[in-house]
């Protein structure tokens, strides 16, 4: 038996399983974007190829798969449980510019069209909305990352309720929303942003007031997952990114400060990729055991198993 290739450091180490999740033979990954776990420790893997959300149980082991109407479009995808225990899928679709809520089975609930604002979009100025996430209340948030770079705020029936945001780098303004979560470590909840451009979070109060920045041992964040405490971050420029329950540096992992800058990525020749070393991470999550899962944006999907050792 092969020796378990490690990763981390003191508090946070773990056993490296590459290519996690054994695809049927007529299932092929376009580009892994989001990946979300259930409460039984299912992995949903949303990709842009065909049966565009593919599921699996904790092992690897391929359960069903469904999404059809994603292929081309799939990008931002979170999971929320609702007061009563039920669990929903949420979807932010780049081609068709829509926000869509399903069950965990792919059953359809609710559909959010682009917000009528003609003050904002127009025939060229284009609504591309990249990630939504869901408040205790029901409350909906779209980021349109990239679009016009603001956030769309609704309620859980999809009524408009208001917008905040709009290209820039000072305080309220966005260059690129990419990825957008609520935190609920604190005593009111918040609401997380990955300002991908301006390679920072920024945070907010649930009506859209600007409370501060994180802005440090951030490279080009896209999406969030709390677990605990802590909070993980995937940043595009080829590492993962652990933040403490002060938004401080716990670590990094398979950090590859080469990758991002080899010409063609993030599709890079297969010789290239190392199994602790990623290139292009994009969506990310956390199991009840603190194993991480990770999806890459690649053109054929990469998806890693980061199992906590402790």
């Not at 990352?145 to 309620?155: E, R």
């Not at 303004?173 to 990419?178: Q, T």
Request: proline fraction near 5%.
């Amino acid at each position: 038996m092969s020796e378990q290739l490690i990763i981390g450091n003191a508090s946070h180490l773990y056993a490296v399983q590459e290519g996690w999740g054994q695809l049927p033979a007529d299932i092929q990954y376009g580009y892994t974007h989001g990946i979300v776990v259930d409460d039984e420790d299912r992995v949903y893997v949303h990709h842009t190829g065909k049966e565009s959300v593919v599921v699996f149980d904790k092992n690897g082991t391929f359960l069903t798969s469904w999404g059809s109407e994603f292929e081309g479009g799939a990008h931002g995808f979170y999971l929320h449980r609702d007061p009563d225990g039920q669990q929903y899928l949420y979807f932010a679709d780049t081609k068709r510019s829509m926000i869509v809520k399903t069950t965990l089975s792919g059953e359809v609930l609710l559909r959010i069209t682009p917000p009528d604002r003609p003050d904002l979009y127009d025939a060229e100025r284009k609504y591309v909305p990249t990630d939504v996430c869901v408040a205790p209340n029901g409350d909906i948030y779209v980021s349109d990352g990239y679009g016009q770079s603001y956030v769309h705020h609704y309620n859980a029936e999809g009524t408009y309720i208001r917008s905040w945001g709009g290209k820039g780098s000072e305080p309220g303004k966005l260059n690129s929303p990419h990825g957008i979560s609520i935190n609920l470590r604190g005593e009111q909840p918040e609401i997380y942003i990955a300002d991908r451009s301006n390679n920072r979070i920024q945070v907010f109060t649930l009506e859209g007031e600007h409370l501060r920045f994180v802005e440090h041992n951030l490279d080009l964040p896209c999406s969030f997952y709390f677990f605990g405490d802590e909070v993980y971050l995937p940043d595009l420029h080829s590492r993962v990114t652990i933040l403490d329950a002060n938004d401080r540096l716990i670590t990094h992992l398979g950090e590859d400060q080469q990758a991002y800058k080899q010409q063609g990525w993030p599709n890079l020749p297969k010789s290239y990729y190392r199994p602790d070393r990623f290139s292009s991470p994009h969506g990310i999550c956390v199991d009840s055991e603190g194993n991480v899962y990770l999806a890459e944006w690649i053109s054929d999907g990469r998806v890693t198993k980061l199992v906590r050792q402790r």
